[in-house]
């Protein structure tokens, strides 16, 4: 699997390959073998979670749901904006919720916060 040492370091073209959203609620695409050291890690992958609905709720310790991915832990929001807008990470300086209701992920919800 690819490694990340920061999750500003995961290419925009990997969440694209990897997550679809639907009126704001994210799944898992079946992904590439690029994403994974073996076609056999690929398959268990694909089995378990392809199709699926990605993480929905936020832990108990965070105010905002997260998605691990490729070892580094994204805010789910974000993840939707990179998605609809392409911006990176990086790029993006902080997203809220037009109407403060942190589980609405829709994208017409978010927005940049300057």
């Known amino acids: 699997m690819i490694k990340f040492n920061n999750k500003r370091d995961i290419p925009v073209k ?3 390959e990897a997550f679809e959203d639907r009126d704001g609620i994210l799944y898992w695409k079946s992904r590439p073998i690029e994403h994974f050291s073996n076609e056999h890690e690929m398959e268990m992958w694909d089995d378990k979670r392809a199709g699926k609905m990605v993480n929905q709720k936020p832990n108990a310790n965070h105010l905002y749901a997260q998605v691990r991915f490729f070892n580094q ?6 993840i939707i904006w990179i998605l609809h807008t392409g911006e990176h990470p990086t790029a993006i300086p902080r997203i809220k919720h037009k109407d403060n209701d942190r589980s609405n992920d829709r994208f ?3 927005s940049k916060v300057d």
């Open 73 to 78: 832990t994204i805010i789910r929001h974000y």
């Open 14 to 16: 990997l969440f694209k």
């Open 108 to 110: 017409d919800n978010l």
